[in-house]
């Protein structure tokens, strides 16, 4: 069911609305509706977040370290970094 109501709009805003509806083959009507139906579903979705699932990250429980199978080259990473900090410490910490 439709209901007949009364809107007040600036000139310049009706008037492009009118052109734009023309320009698409539609109504007035048609471009209002359908401007109002994305102002409400857009309010909708801002208001309803969407849940995240959660996820388990999978966690050692041996003391320190990290969980057997796990390859991480800390020596080379070490080794990186210092040579990283040599070459900072040789320019003056630019």
Known sequence: MTQRTTVRLPED?????K????????????????GLRRVVVEKESKAKPKRRRHVS???????GGFRPGMDLPFREWQELD??????????GFR
Do not use: C, F, Q, W
């Not at 210092?82 to 320019?91: G, I, N, S």
């Open 19 to 34: 052109r734009k509806a023309a320009a698409e083959g539609r109504t007035l009507t048609a471009l209002i509706e359908d």
């Open 13 to 17: 805003l009706l008037r492009r609305a």
């Open 82 to 91: 210092d040579l990283e900090y040599v070459e900072r410490m040789k320019r």
């Open 57 to 63: 990250i999978p966690v050692s429980r041996a003391t």
